[in-house]
């Protein structure tokens, strides 16, 4: 079983809509992050979570919203999804003891019309 | 601010030809450098990094990385490419070791 899944790994929807991704992970890891992958662009960081209370924006965080319901457990939503959303989406954990090393899920492609 | 630039962004090369997928940083503090890897339709996998040390950095699967501070620059080689290396791959910077910048990537694509 992988280490770190996330769900929905296809989503299309429309502009206005409101969606969530979710994000989980086996692994113990105190922290979590949330990425967006553009082609050309690389991947930029939107949210970090270092543990259940301690929730950061990263690079690119408006019109993005996220809830750490758990150790293992990191949700990335859009309240009212846009066509420059259109993106994939990796959820990564990394160590406290090891940060230097992120793991990262599948993804998720997320298109909005 | 740091910053990431990968100069290529694709890199076409022959089985069993040796390759250089090139990354330049700045930053006015030191840095973590990192390469990670994407194979189709999955995530990314640290590659190899650099934290301190011997500038030099080897991966288990045969890419190497050499920190160049006077250079600005983590280059990443492999002598002899397999087809199986046809990926994207992702040059990284980071102050602290956890909140990564990453450059736009390479793909690389190995030929029969």
């Known amino acids: 079983d992988a280490d770190v899944t996330q769900t929905p790994r296809n989503r299309i929807t429309k502009t206005g809509k409101r969606i969530m991704l979710e994000c989980s992970q086996t692994k113990g890891h105190d922290r979590m992050y949330w990425y967006r992958q553009d082609p050309g662009l690389g991947l930029r960081l939107i949210y970090y979570s270092f543990d259940v209370k301690d929730i950061n924006k990263g690079e690119i965080s408006d019109g993005y919203s996220v809830s750490r319901q758990a150790q293992a457990k990191f949700s990335l939503s859009l309240e009212s999804a846009i066509p420059n959303q259109t993106a994939l989406y990796f959820c990564?954990?990394?160590?406290?003891?090891?940060?230097?090393?992120?793991?990262f899920g599948p993804g998720t492609r997320l298109t909005v019309l | 601010a740091q910053s990431v630039t990968q100069l290529d962004s694709q890199v076409p090369v022959f089985e069993e030809a040796p390759v250089e997928l090139r990354c330049n940083y700045s930053?006015?503090?030191?840095?973590?450098l990192f390469w990670y890897v994407q194979y189709p339709n999955q995530g990314l996998q640290l590659l190899l990094k650099y934290l301190s040390g011997s500038t030099l950095v080897e991966s288990i699967n045969g890419f190497e990385a050499e920190f160049n501070k006077s250079q600005t620059s983590f280059h990443l080689r492999k002598p002899s490419v397999h087809i199986s290396d046809t990926a994207e791959y992702f040059c990284?910077?980071?102050?602290?070791?956890?909140?990564?910048?990453f450059g736009t990537g390479t793909r690389l694509q190995v030929f029969p």
């Open positions: 990564a954990t990394s160590d406290l003891y090891s940060t230097d090393t992120q793991y």
């Open positions: 990284a910077v980071s102050e602290s070791g956890d909140k990564l910048i």
């Open positions: 930053s006015s503090v030191s840095v973590y």
